[in-house]
C-alpha cells in the first residue's frame, strides 16, 4: 500500500475508501485473487462509485476477522 494510502487508512479526515489493487495489498492478497472473490459473491463487501470499485477499510477489517476470510 502506498504511503498515501496508508494515510488515508491511519487519518479518519481521509478517504476511508480503498480500490481493488490498494484493498488486495492491504488483505495481502493478490487483486485477481479478490477480482475472483468478488465475481464469486464471497470476498469483502464493495460499492461502486463511478463505476469503480471501491471498498471500505472497516469492511474489509470485518470480512478479515469472519470465520469467512480465507
Not at 489493487?21 to 472473490?37: G, I
Not at 469503480?52 to 472497516?58: E, T
Amino acid at each position: 500500500m502506498s504511503e498515501s494510502h496508508q494515510e488515508a487508512v491511519d487519518n479518519p479526515e481521509q478517504s476511508p475508501f480503498l480500490i481493488t489493487s490498494e484493498a488486495a495489498a492491504y488483505l495481502k492478497l493478490k487483486k485477481r485473487t479478490l477480482d475472483n472473490m468478488r465475481w464469486r459473491g464471497d470476498g469483502p463487501k464493495f460499492r461502486k462509485h463511478g463505476g469503480r470499485v471501491c471498498y471500505h477499510i472497516d469492511d474489509l477489517r470485518d470480512w478479515s476477522r469472519s470465520s469467512n476470510a480465507p
